[in-house]
Structures are given as structure tokens and as C-alpha cells.
RNA sequence: GUGGCCAUAGCUCAGCUGGUUAGAGUGCCAGGUUGUGGCCCUGGAGGUCGUGGGUUCAAAUCCCACUGGCCACCCCA
């Protein structure tokens, strides 16, 4: 009915639900922000060759999922469909991994890709997430997902399970590559036509789909095909998040739809949300993304976290924290010459830090504080003929029905000490 | 991208097998209360029945297309 409706598969996020969105977003922040991970932004769209080199050029991403447009010099760009290939870009063009080492960075914005939209699947989605780029440890591998975990933890999502997985080094996901091919070339003629190209352009995906499951069950495991070292690598990640009471699912199925990770890869599902829609997140280790993009070889590990199924599902669990009101005081003058002076009065509790809302209605008292219950403030500031030829203010306390009548002077104290009281 | 279901006031929905001016609840605005609210009573505003076409004397109702939503597939957040 609106004759311009927002486009297919995007949304506003009007109040009370911006409150919400607001929420897990300080949530994870304050989370990420006490392991020392600083705040980053970067472009919504960028070169459509960051995400080709990036991502992989035969994941789903590249081959469908891009909303991408070329601009008035002909250059083509993409709207971002994830964030670590920007920044990576961003972190290593501007040489910040120069200045600290290992850099620990967490964002949170919006991601495009042009899929069919349903429940806690859009065009334009939310995540937040983290990278930490220039050091090769597992302890940050560990600290990567412990921070996710703990995150949720804080939102009061139960139901998670974290499912945990390594694909090894470059020379083990060679090997592998190898042994898929070895298996899955005789049953070829019985694969689907995806996997038949899969084949040959990027093997590791095999396994992830869902018409030739039957196959996967018995292809060869990653896991058997480690050298020491990875399975080393692997091991102490495991270890560490038992430390640090999390509990994974070692999964050696999960590969991850992006091209560029190497050894821990790792999915957050949630029971409640449908079929394959039930990842609320992931991520993993990308060593080789740096140079895949030109840079010199750096390491590096991060996650990304849907915020739109999140909040779904906190909302599901009624874990949401009721909104708060969004003022302290409803300032009303009862008629309309005593406007100006309740406007004056507004501003001198604005300038104590409170927060006020001028009623600037032509409405009856009755409907004003009518309005007041209606906005959730505790605090009404009524300035009538009385008042203002007293020079003075009543401040009602409107869940408790009493109120009084102060000299103007005092009147900041006495709504600063009645919300004191309150809270 | 493929398939299924759906689309009526801001919101939740009625509207039987096509038949005059399309309803309810809730929300909104106002009056009841010329300076006191969360309840109640009364009234009002608000709909090109998603959009466009077709069938018919007549379409919210039947048919087609488009758009959007939900669900499944694919894949992921």
C-alpha cells in the first residue's frame, strides 16, 4: 500500500525493535571491547576484484549472491556480501599491522547479498564481527570463539551449539583436495551438475552439498590427512576452549562457504531456527586471504555473527530486555502562553543531563499525561497560570499519583533527587 | 534462481457458493472532566480490498501477470 515500499528483502528497524538492535550491538561491543579490540569501519562497496580474489570466485557468493553495479567511470563495485575481505584490505593497505601486532578489530554493519529473502534470511543483513590479523597462535584462534561464545552467553541465548572444525594448512588442503577428487572422480556420472563443476573448480565443496550427501558419508575426513603440525595446531585450539568452558562439537564435515579459510573454521547453530537457516554465525583462520589479495602473506582469524537471526532468536527465548523510556521528564504547559517558559524549563533540565520531551500539543492536561504514561517517563513537569506567575514548577510523580510544587531554582534538584529515588 | 502457500483500516483479522454505501477488535484523534494520566462511556478520522489486466449485468470474492511476504530447495548470517 505504501506506493513505495522498502526493496525486496530489506526492512526498517523502527522502535520499539531498534531498541532491540541496539542492545545486541552493545552487547558485543562491550564484550569484544574488554578483550581489547578496537572499533572499525569499512566501505559498504568496494571493488568488485576484492571480493572475487577474496571470497573465492566459485563460491555461491561470487557466482550469485553479488549486488554489483559499475559506477560512472566504468569501474565495477560490489556491495560488500561479507567483511573480511574489507578489512583485511583495510588493515594491511594502511599498514596497521606495521603499528601492532597481532591487530584486534570488530565491526558491525550492513552486508548485501541477493538471495530468495525469508524469515532471518535478507538482502541487506547485519553482523557483527572481529578480526585479528599478523599472528599465527592458536590461543587467538581460541580467544576468537571464546569471545562468541560469550557473547551469546551475555545475550542469554541458550540452545547454541558450537560446531568446531580444521581444514589444515595450505599443503593439507592440497592433500585433501587430492583424495576428493580421487573419490568422487569414479561416481562422477551419479554426481549433481553443480558437483560435477565442483570437481574440478573447488572440490572442498563437495562436501557440503546437500543432493550428493550419500556420497559425503563416506569421503575421505581432513582430519586424517593433518600432518602433525595442524593436528597439533588443532588440538591445543581444543584444549583451550575446554580452559575456557566451551563446549565444541568437533564436526569434520564443516568446511565453510567462503574460500580462504585454513585450519579452524567453526559455525555457531541454534536448535529453534528451521533447516539449514540455523547458523546464527562463524568464522575461522584465513591465512592465505592476505595474499590472495595481493598483500604480503600475513595470518590471520575472526568471526561474523548474524544480527538479525540473533535477535531473532533472543526474542523467541524472551530473553530482550524490555526498552527503556526514552525520557526522564515530560515537561507540559497546561495553556499555551506558559510555552515558552515550559520550553526554558526543558532546556534547564537538558543542560543537568536529564532526558526531556517538550509537549508542544494543543491538547487537554488529561491527554498530556495521557501521553506521558504513553512515552514511559516518570516524571511529569506541569508549568500552568499558577506556576508561572510563581515563578515556580510542579514536578508529579506519575507512577506514584503524588506531586509538589518548587521554586524554580530548585527545581532541577528536586527532579534529579525524584528520578534518583526512583531508579 | 526453482517450487508451494498467502496479500482486506497503522496493527490483528471477519467478509458464506461473486449481488446495493466493506466490518470488528485494537491503536489514533476528540468530547465526557474551562489545570491532572494509566479504567470507563460517547463520537470521529482512517481502506483506489497489494498493483495491473481479464471474465461477468455485477468482482474484496473467479482467472492471468507483476510486486511483496512466508515456507521449502540451494546456500549461508
Known sequence: MPEIAPPRGT????????????????????????????????PVMESTDLFARGVGADTDIVEKQMFTFSD???????????GTAGVVRAVLGKRLDQEMRPVRVHYAGPFFRAEN?????????????????????????AEIVEMAWRFFERLGITGLQLQLNTLGDRDDRARYREALVNYYTPLRDDLCDDCKRRLESNPLRLLDCKADARFAEKAPLIW??????????????????EDADVVAHINHRIVRGLDYY????????????????????????????????????????????????????????GVVPPP???????????????????????RALRGAGLRVVLDVSDRRLDRKLRNADKLGA??????????????????????????????????????????????
Open 117 to 141: 529473502p525469508q524469515r532471518g534470511r535478507y538482502r541487506q543483513f547485519a553482523q557483527v564481527g572481529v578480526e585479528c590479523i599478523g599472528e599465527r597462535s592458536p590461543a587467538l584462534d
Open 224 to 241: 586424517d590427512l593433518l600432518d602433525a603440525g595442524s593436528k597439533e595446531f588443532f588440538t591445543t585450539v581444543a584444549e583451550m576452549l
Open 72 to 82: 560512472r567511470g566504468g569501474r565495477s563495485l560490489t556491495l560488500r556480501p561479507e
Open 11 to 42: 526492512r526498517d528497524i523502527l522502535p520499539p525493535d531498534s531498541y532491540a538492535w541496539r542492545w545486541l550491538l552493545d552487547t558485543h561491543r562491550s564484550v569484544v571491547e574488554s578483550y581489547g579490540y578496537q572499533p572499525l569501519d569499512t
Open 262 to 317: 585454513t585450519d579452524t573454521v567453526f559455525e555457531i547453530w541454534h536448535e529453534s531456527l528451521h533447516g539449514q537457516q540455523n547458523s546464527l554465525g562463524g568464522g575461522g583462520r584465513y591465512d592465505g586471504l592476505a595474499e590472495a589479495l595481493g598483500f604480503p602473506s600475513t595470518p590471520g582469524v575472526g568471526y561474523a555473527l548474524g544480527v538479525d537471526r540473533s535477535l531473532l532468536v533472543a526474542e523467541q527465548l
Open 378 to 423: 516518570p516524571l511529569a513537569v506541569i508549568i500552568g497560570e499558577d506556576e508561572a506567575r510563581d515563578g515556580t514548577a510542579t514536578i508529579r510523580d506519575l507512577s506514584r499519583r503524588a506531586q509538589e510544587t518548587v521554586s524554580e531554582q530548585a527545581m532541577v534538584a528536586v527532579v534529579t533527587d525524584a528520578l534518583e529515588r526512583l531508579a
Open 324 to 346: 527503556r523510556p526514552s525520557c526522564d521528564a515530560l515537561v507540559v504547559s497546561v495553556e499555551t502562553p506558559q510555552a515558552r517558559r515550559a520550553a526554558a524549563i526543558a
